[in-house]
């Protein structure tokens, strides 16, 4: 239960420190004295978004601790979740600078703001004023169900199974859209790919082939320059070969007596054995050197099919055309690779999906069969709160496609009048209706879920009288099994609290503060007069607040 709030810095509120004891505490006050302010910072304790707008002095921080006892609820999990010290009283804390940054710490240890709201959900139960119009809205219905139902977890673990189901079929149409555009590529592709790996394409060979197709087309001129160059080096009587070989014989006749002349000998010696090398090529060649028109044509051939393709593809060498091969080959393997990833996906999207299937029909036969209960016990409350021909139906259609609820369709039906039918809440319930109702739904899921605490701010608007009277019994009856806080304007209601605080707030010269205090019987007294009357508390007022006070 809450303990302790404390709060610095927050709005009106310059400081404050209140304790809270267990059972009924009633909070009264004018309006405008600071009593959602009390509330808007106790949520920053429990998560809520921070606004540094909000700070009464923004040259200091604001600190909101809220201090829980929770010896008697099993936390421990939470706990060893988010390596966090278990400890029976728990502070939930958070500090606002200037700027608007804040820092959340639980016991001191410093946690995001997403644990922060966890473990506040576990601690007490928030009715804020809008909650009541949220009850005609379709989500808030089905997490109320769920609720009842103990089905809270199962869907969160089936929302996400559905958002991966969803990413999945997302990727698949990605996929599938990349897969249609290739087929259309395909063929084309398949073809570029084909023409390309025709030829084995190698820049030395391409150069061979162009220097045989050269050598071929002047094969006549080629030959006729072997021969004579053979011949004036080695053939017919008189020849460069014939005279060296003369050269030697009379320089070798005076190597003896020098060894110049041997050096000089040897050279040409030398010369003489390379060009008889030269000499067996040039003939050499000229036996090899033929013509070959069907070989040259080949050829030709060959080549101006390459230069096309280089035409073709805009490139100037066989190497970059080697690299649009690599691409196109590329291509053809990523559809290749595209078949086969979609044929997985399609696989998985079938596991999730019946996951989700399993999943979605366990949550709905679990939420069927909460319904009547439900029903039940909504009914016997609204009939506690003078509403004897009131009842309450919950509308459940199941529908063979998957959506972010389930297979669920939930609709709240409610019929005022004995024998009326049944129609949706904002086309039948009144404020004071939908006021009753709330409280019969808070109060039955406030023993499903054994809150610690639960704050009900104003749930009292549009009712008064006896009905003031009998809402009030419910708060007490509440409070036996668990601690209840009503923000009231209601003298009947604040009648039934064990405990009463009052907020108000007082004006200086510089600046408006907020206060509150816990009232004495006395104290008790005039305010709930107060609360009776219109304007000063009368004798009547005062013997009627009494008379309140002691029935309770």
């Known amino acids: 239960m809450l303990k302790r709030l404390y709060i610095s810095n927050y709005a009106l509120i310059e400081e404050l420190d209140v304790s809270f004891p267990g059972s009924l505490t009633v909070i009264t006050g004018e309006t405008g004295a600071g009593k959602s302010i009390f509330l808007e910072a106790l949520g920053l304790a429990l998560g809520n978004r921070a606004d540094a707008g909000s700070l009464q002095n923004k040259a200091k921080k604001c600190v909101i601790e809220a201090e829980f006892e929770a010896k008697n609820y099993d936390l421990s999990d939470f706990f060893v979740k988010n390596g966090l010290d278990f400890e029976n009283l728990v502070i939930l804390r958070r500090e606002i600078n200037g700027e608007g940054k804040s820092r959340s710490f639980i016991n001191d240890s410093p946690v995001n703001l997403t644990v922060l709201k966890e473990i506040a959900d576990s601690l007490i139960d928030v009715h804020s004023q809008h909650q009541t119009l949220l009850l005609n ?82 094969a006549e001129f080629i030959k006729s320059a072997l021969s004579k160059t053979a011949a004036n080096l080695g053939g017919g009587e008189s020849n460069l070969l014939s005279g060296i070989a003369q050269l030697k014989q009379q320089l070798q006749s005076i190597t003896k007596f020098n060894t110049t002349y041997k ?92 996951s989700c299937k399993k999943q979605a029909n366990d949550i709905s036969n679990k939420r069927k069969k909460s319904i009547g209960g439900i029903e039940k016990s909504i009914d016997a409350i609204l009939n506690d ?30 019929s005022a009048n004995k024998g009326g039918e049944f129609k949706e809440l904002h086309k039948v319930a009144s404020g004071g209706e939908m006021s009753r109702l709330m ?71 510089d600046k408006t503060r907020s206060f509150i205090k816990v009232l004495s019987k006395d104290d008790r007294t005039v305010e709930i007069a107060k609360m009776l009357s219109t304007g000063k508390p009368t004798e009547s007022a005062i013997k009627n607040a009494k008379d309140l006070l002691s029935s309770n």
Do not use: C, W
């Open 263 to 354: 050096e000089l000998f040897d050279r040409i010696n030398a010369s003489h054995i390379e060009l008889k090398d030269v000499y067996n090529e040039l003939e050499n060649e000229e036996g090899k050197l033929s013509f070959d028109p069907e070989r040259l044509n080949d050829i030709n051939e060959k080549l101006d099919k390459i230069n096309r393709l280089l035409k073709k593809h805009s490139v100037n060498s066989i190497s970059e055309l080697l690299k649009i091969k690599d691409e196109i080959g590329g291509k053809l393997q990523l559809f290749s690779s595209l078949e086969v990833e979609i044929e997985k996906l399609k696989k998985e999207i079938s596991k999730v999906e019946a």
């Open 137 to 218: 809205q379709t989500k808030f219905q089905l997490q109320l169900i769920d609720s009842f139902a103990g089905t809270t977890h199962d869907f969160e673990l089936y929302k996400k199974s559905f958002k991966q189901l969803q990413e999945n079929k997302k990727q698949l149409e990605e996929l599938e859209s990349k897969e249609k555009q290739a087929k259309k590529d395909l063929d084309y592709y398949q073809f570029l790919f084909n023409e390309l790996n025709e030829f084995e394409l190698d820049e030395n060979d391409v150069k061979k082939l162009e220097e045989e197709s050269e050598t071929m087309e002047n």
């Open 439 to 509: 409280l019969s739904l808070k109060s039955v899921l406030a023993q499903k879920r054994a809150l610690p605490t639960i704050i009900f701010d104003e749930i009292d608007t549009g009712i008064s009288g006896d009905v003031a009277n009998k809402m009030g019994n419910i708060f007490s009856q509440m409070a036996g099994n668990m601690q209840v806080i009503s923000i009231t304007h209601l003298p009947q209601i604040a009648s039934k609290g064990q405990h009463h605080l009052f907020v108000y707030k007082n004006d200086d010269k």
């Open 385 to 414: 709160l003078s509403m004897e021909n009131a009842k309450f139906k919950i509308e459940l259609k199941t529908k063979e496609e998957l959506s972010p609820s389930g297979i669920d369709e939930i609709s709240f039906l409610f």
